[in-house]
């Protein structure tokens, strides 16, 4: 049974640092998804990561995927208050060359951003 | 082009009743995937349907149960309500097909959701 855990659950950093979420997963997989929920919302994807060493960035997110140490990242730089959310990885249980099966989700970040 | 489509937004039941949840997928998908999401569980899968076929189950007592239709269009039936189905009740919509090969670009896909069906059970 594929196994998703994301650390740290909780995450308060100020304005303008850096910061790294991991995500580790149990099984071989290679494909991976990062969202972002904000309070009373619905999930808003960040990432689609497809293959090992995938980079991606938007802003100040940048997420990748290492499959062979089944781990991704998502690192946050120079956060500013309106990052402030829940992050989530998932993984698809399938891989490559079939279509997408269920999401494995971590358990979340909560990320506050303190003025 | 049109996101994927949820309703009702809100519902409130009593223990001992049932509800039916809809989520219409965005155009031209045909694989909708439901999931419960909750304080102490966290997102954990519920089903999948594909064609009008279930095509994965979560770990969900059979008081769960959902179909699809020839539209894609999805719904899900949970019976018996009980205090713990109260939960975000959200569903996905992806353009492949579970567990049959796709070709490149097809893989840059990934699912949708949509705004999600808060269920509150009292």
């Known amino acids: 049974e594929l196994k998703v855990e994301q650390n740290p659950l909780f995450l308060s950093m100020q304005e303008g640092k850096n910061y790294t979420i991991y995500c580790n997963y149990s099984t071989t997989s290679d494909r991976l998804y990062w969202y972002r929920q904000d309070p009373g919302k619905s999930l808003e994807s960040l990432f689609v990561l497809l293959s090992n060493g995938a980079v991606k960035q938007e802003g100040r997110l940048m997420a990748s995927l290492d499959t062979k140490a089944r781990l991704s990242t998502l690192h946050i730089t120079a956060a500013v208050h309106d990052l402030s959310a829940t992050y989530f990885c998932a993984v698809d249980g399938g891989g490559r060359p079939f279509g997408n099966e269920k999401l494995t989700f971590g358990t979340g970040t909560r990320l506050t951003i303190i003025p | 082009k049109a996101g994927v489509t949820q309703t009702p937004r809100y519902l409130i039941k009593t223990r001992g009743q049932q509800v039916t949840l809809s989520c219409s997928p965005i155009?031209?998908?045909?694989?909708v995937s439901w999931y419960q999401q909750t304080p102490g569980q966290g997102l954990q899968f519920l089903f999948e349907?594909?064609?009008?076929?279930?095509?994965n189950k979560g770990n969900f007592p059979g008081r769960f149960s959902g179909r699809q239709f020839s539209n894609s269009r999805s719904e899900m039936n949970v019976s018996t309500l009980e205090l713990g189905d109260s939960a975000l009740y959200l569903c996905a919509s992806s353009l492949g097909e579970p567990g049959r090969p796709v070709l490149a670009p097809l893989y840059n896909y990934g699912y949708t959701f949509g705004s999600g069906t808060r269920l509150t059970v009292v």
């Open positions: 349907y594909f064609s009008e076929t279930q095509r």
């Open positions: 155009s031209g998908h045909r694989s």
